[in-house]
């Protein structure tokens, strides 16, 4: 899964870098959200350390943030800086009383969408439809977060992230079996900014060639 995740959001960077005519790439590009999403809520399952995994979130989300507002979006904040926000949030809806829930949700999600948060108040929400549907309505939840976004933003090829909720929701002992083919711990943490990294050196090189 954590392969998976990599290589996708990989490709999805590549092709809006370099490819930007060519839809593709971004199509593919999709799954890497929802298996972002979906490792966090399992991570926030089975954490020996919620501190420490949320410094950790943090720490990747600084260390990300300058190649990412250089190359990706100006002014915008990272998509790990979205997975902590969420994660905090999965921690404050087990500490609050159940009307409350609600509430806080809607501030969430309002939030997320004035700031400029990677996927807004979508990504928190695909992370708690990972968190709190069972297997049977996964698929349902996440088809209907993404008809919203698609009436309300042009979302089109987000369809596309339904692929990969599709094994996850029904793919039983082969999906834990991807599941279960994990990428080095140290891999798995760093991707995210040496990839910001590289295609930033990447992009500015080729500019200082190109003057």
Request: charged share 10%; with cysteine.
């Amino acid at each position: 899964m954590q392969w998976i995740a990599m290589l996708t959001m990989l490709i999805d960077h590549t092709g809006l870098l370099f490819f930007p005519d060519e839809a593709i790439w971004r199509i593919i590009g999709r799954i890497a959200f929802p298996l972002y999403a979906y490792a966090l809520v399992q991570g926030y399952r089975h954490t020996s350390s919620f501190r420490n995994y949320m410094l950790r979130l943090a720490l990747i989300a600084a260390i990300s943030q300058i190649p990412y507002q250089l190359v990706l979006k100006p002014g915008g904040l990272n998509v790990v800086a979205t997975l902590l926000v969420s994660l905090l949030i999965l921690k404050l809806l087990e500490r609050i009383r159940p009307g409350a829930v609600p509430v806080l949700v809607a501030l969430c999600c309002l939030a997320m969408e004035v700031l400029p948060f990677d996927y807004g108040a979508y990504g928190l929400l695909l992370v708690l439809i990972f968190k709190y549907a069972r297997s049977s309505q996964l698929l349902l939840m996440h088809l209907g977060l993404n008809l919203i976004y698609l009436a309300a933003y042009g979302w089109l090829i987000q369809m596309a992230s339904l692929v990969i909720t599709l094994p996850i929701a029904y793919g039983g002992g082969l999906w834990r079996k991807v599941e279960a083919s994990r990428a080095p711990a140290w891999l798995w943490r760093s991707f995210y900014p040496a990839h910001l990294y590289i295609l930033m050196f990447v992009v500015y090189g080729m500019r200082i060639l190109a003057s």
